[in-house]
């Protein structure tokens, strides 16, 4: 099984923030909560979640501009961003757009017609979670049958690899850290040592390679893996 999406929710309001975080689990996600702009990219940087659904009107740091910065800054920018405002005349909308926000939800809104609006940009952010096939150079993931191809040759990989090549293959190039695929792979409640990362990332590059091939996965020092 792959890892259950990250959807973090930016809203400075406590009882709107703890409905949005109650529906959103309840469709088996995982919910980070932020209340403020500097927390939100605090979360943003530490947690990668896979949506972020975030609120125009916040204190000191409005909604517009952390997802001006969340969008400028390459390990982020591919991160959807949903946001929700009052604001419902036209130029508000091209407003939140033209900074980068992939979906725009106008308030009062339907907590059903949010949640489709997540699943949408889940389909784009995390392929393997709704069961796509994912592709990167001659390495193919069957999400739905559990399977892994390397130049058409079935690969052998335990539940743990399978679960870090998901990950980096939806997001071929971006470099991750330790701590994040620890979050991602292994799940936040579960305490393990960053260096196990080292030691299953190691046994990955050993199944890619095993039939020959250059190593897919790059180390980037100081930082963390990559593929590509």
């Not at 403020?36 to 909604?63: F, I, R, T």
Request: aromatic letters at 6%.
């Amino acid at each position: 099984m792959v890892s259950q999406p990250i959807v973090l929710v930016v809203e400075d309001d406590p009882a709107q923030r703890e409905v949005l975080a109650y529906n959103i689990r309840a469709e088996g996600y995982l919910v980070e909560t932020a209340e403020n702009g500097d927390e939100a990219l605090l979360m943003v940087q530490e947690h990668a979640p896979d949506v972020v659904v975030l609120d125009w009107m916040l204190p000191n740091v409005s909604g517009i501009e952390i997802c001006r910065q969340i969008k400028a800054k390459s390990e982020t920018r591919d991160t959807p961003v949903i946001m929700l405002s009052a604001r419902s005349e036209e130029t508000d909308r091209v407003r939140g757009l033209e900074t980068g926000a992939d979906d725009y939800v106008v308030k009062p809104y339907s907590v059903a017609e949010l949640l489709a609006r997540i699943r949408t940009q889940l389909r784009r952010s995390r392929p393997s979670a709704v069961g796509h096939r994912l592709e990167f150079e001659d390495v193919v993931m069957d999400v739905e049958e559990h399977r892994v191809f390397r130049s058409d040759v079935p690969l052998k990989l335990g539940p743990t690899e399978f679960r870090l090549l998901a990950t980096f293959m939806e997001r071929p190039g971006r470099v991750w850290s330790r701590e994040q695929l620890l979050d991602r792979v292994w799940g936040r409640d579960i305490y393990v040592d960053t260096r196990t990362v080292d030691v299953h990332v190691g046994r990955l590059r050993k199944a890619l390679c095993a039939n020959g091939g250059n190593d897919p996965v790059r180390t980037v020092r100081g930082a963390g893996y990559a593929l590509g």
